[in-house]
């Protein structure tokens, strides 16, 4: 008899063991199918967009972040990704309104699964800045600049700021950029300037950020490559920044 209820009880440990791997098997496969279909998904929104078929490929991306939210997540590296290429496909329609707050989203991801220098966090990080510089959100821009700071004092981690850098540092030397002759007449205009700062204050790369005229923009390179800041320190320790530097331009 006792040998009967050993028996028993192991074939029902085996049967329950069973059913959990069952179960474990099938989460995975579903997990797969999900993937898949996400891919697929993914390749026909970027499809559609090269092809200029934004209001075709809007449903489709409104689709995968929404499968990829339910499959993976809300914190997940795919679901930051289905939110950017969204806001891109709002960004390309001109709704910036409808493209911040995806943004914002996926650069708070990010912001937690990548490294400081990787492209996709720098990609939201310049798409987000330049949706709230275009809007002129500039009171937005400013609070969200400030919480970029807070993180950088707690981590001396490279490249882990964002923002204009007169927030974390001073110029030694930022050459006044000259109108240039040839934009008389045209309307004023705001220009942002990419940056990466290295450790001993000098500018080693800038590029271009959010568009605007190409004369304005050309002079504004100018200046920031020549572009020099004291060191930013982190707990003692001088740390490369990236940032980009606001240029200003009234009629003359």
Avoid at 41 to 50: H, I
Avoid at 66 to 90: D, I, K, W
Avoid at 219 to 227: D, F, P, Q, R
């Amino acid at each position: 008899m006792k040998i009967l209820m050993v028996l028993l009880l192991m074939g029902l440990t085996v049967s329950a063991s069973f059913k959990t791997q069952l179960s474990n098997l099938n989460s995975q496969n579903q997990q797969t199918e999900e993937l898949a279909k996400s891919e697929q998904l993914k390749a026909e929104v970027v499809g559609l967009f090269k092809a200029g078929k934004l209001d075709e490929a809007l449903p489709l991306a409104k689709q995968l972040l929404e499968l990829n939210e339910r499959t993976f997540g809300p914190n997940a590296l795919m679901v930051a990704n289905a939110a950017s290429g969204l806001a891109e496909l709002y960004i390309a329609k001109g709704k910036f309104k409808e493209a911040e707050p995806l943004l914002l989203r996926a650069v708070e991801i990010n912001d937690t699964e990548l490294k400081p220098d990787d492209p996709s966090l720098i990609r939201t990080l310049e798409n987000y800045t330049c949706i709230l510089h275009l809007r002129e959100q500039d009171s937005k821009l400013k609070d969200f600049e400030t919480r970029r700071l807070a993180v950088l004092e707690r981590s001396p981690e490279p490249d882990r700021f964002w923002g204009a850098l007169w927030r974390v540092t001073k110029p030694t030397n930022v050459p006044k950029p000259d109108y240039p002759p040839g934009a008389k007449g045209i309307a004023s205009g705001r220009v942002l300037i990419e940056v990466i700062v290295d450790e001993t204050g000098k500018v080693i790369s800038a590029h271009n950020m959010c568009g605007g005229n190409v004369l304005l923009v050309g002079v504004s390179l100018e200046s920031a490559n020549k572009a020099q800041f004291k060191p930013v320190a982190v707990q003692g320790k001088p740390v490369r920044v990236i940032g980009y530097l606001p240029y200003r331009f009234e009629y003359r």
